[in-house]
């Protein structure tokens, strides 16, 4: 439960979740081992499949009366009804007043949906047609830079949603990508992030994508100014060159044309696009250069697979209603603070970072649509590495520690560079940790192996260690879109049963505000006023700075 005062005006609790609370205290601590015994079959029926993914949730301690209570929790909560909502463009992200449409993002052609008078499916197709044609110019060398050079470098500059979609994407699909080009992804105001990506580059040949919803983010738009700066310098400051070598995705032309890129160049999307699930619209512009046009489509494809699967399916096969509903489970039931995402497939190497601002931005959240306090623990801690790294790194605690981390398996049946016996070690590995977490050892195991008594305590793997597992066949651009769209409509589903605005991210604003004020007290050019340990740093910034320059 979250700390502070609690809203004396509480909504009236959900019947559904006092059934929970006494289902728990049934079988609660019940272990995998004896449900899996006492139910021989449930391997193969607490499963689900939908939109090329198949989702194995046998090995979570649940029952089939959990799940029952659990959708009937999502219905109580009315969840079929705001997903509704949601498609079909009410304004849901409360606090901002919006619609929430990233679902109209992939809505195949000739769809129309209209919200506020607009048919917002033709004008994302325009947009996608401006960007293939866009794309399609530069990877066949048509768009050239200031001096005539083909472009051949990419560099995204944008921070959140604006970052971590594109760049995930990118290292995701980068067998799919063109090899002949080099695409890098700057985001922290840190200059060594832009420094380091730059080393290498001929500016004539460089291409910049600024990517910002708002264009005013202050991280992207020191590192474009930079950016531009390193372009007009070796430009011989012939401003007519930021023409050739920058383009724009936003939703704000005017400070687009502010910063100095003509709004032809300028890529456009509308404020019912989220940051954090705006990989899809023209913020994917670098995916789409790098992969092209027609793979881009086939990932829209794919979110769209998700998102029919997801409006559609009934409740108890439905596979981000299942995720989402597993997740309340663990973080309200057994008080888990975290979940593990754990992919065994090298190319989704930023796929838990990606989450980490899709789950926890959106769900990080303490006050319902009604203005209370919420009543139970919201958003979980997300977290992973791809396998099999991180089964030689933190796996341990995961095994035989003392928190219960729920854990999202991730496999390809195939892979994409099919090199001996690789797959197979790795699928192994996967299955192989999903079984030792679920099962674990035994005293009695681990002593009928001869160990030496001293060693059997440690020896002991408790197990009942819940996780999913999710197979695909081999990791395409389609099955990239349903995966992220899994994801989002997850999170969209524990939102609805905890009453929270998972849209919205008010909690990022205090941060950038205090940091507007700290600036001109680092240079001097203010007094400190802050508490005494915020003037203390200041303070020992400013006298370490007079050092180093002396
Ligand atoms: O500060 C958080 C945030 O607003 C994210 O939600 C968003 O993805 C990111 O900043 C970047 O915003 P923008 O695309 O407007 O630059």
Redesign the pocket.
Known sequence: MPDGPRSTSAPQERAALAALRAHHEEIGTAHLRDLFAEDPDRGRRLTAEGAGLYLDYSKHRVTDTTIRLLVGLAEEADLRARVEAMFNGEKINATEGRSVLHTALRRPRGDSLIVDGVDVVAEVHEVLDRMASFARSVREGAWRGHTGQRIVNVVNI???????GPAMAYEALKHFSERSMTFRFVSNVDATDLTEALLGLDPSETLFIV???????L??LTNARTAREWLLASAGGDQAAVAKHFVAV??NAEKVAEFGIDPANMFGFWDWV???Y?MDSA?GLSTMVAIGPERFEEMLAGFHDMDTHFRETALDRNLPVLTGLLGVWYRDFFGAQTVAVLPYEQYLKRFPAYLQ?LTM?SNGKRTTLAGVEVQQDTGAIYWGEPGTNGQHSFYQLIHQGTTLIPCDFIGFCRSLNPVGDHQDLLIANLLAQTEALAFGKTRAEVEAEGTAPELVPHRIFPGNRPSSTILARELSPRILGTLVALYEHAVFTQGVIWEIDSFD?WG??LG?ALALRILPELSGDAEPAHDSSTNALLERVRSMRRETAE
């Open positions: 944008g921070i959140g949603g604006s970052d971590l990517s910002s919803k708002t264009f005013g983010t991280e992207t936003s939703t989220g940051g954090r705006s913020i601002q931005e991210q990022v604003e950038k």
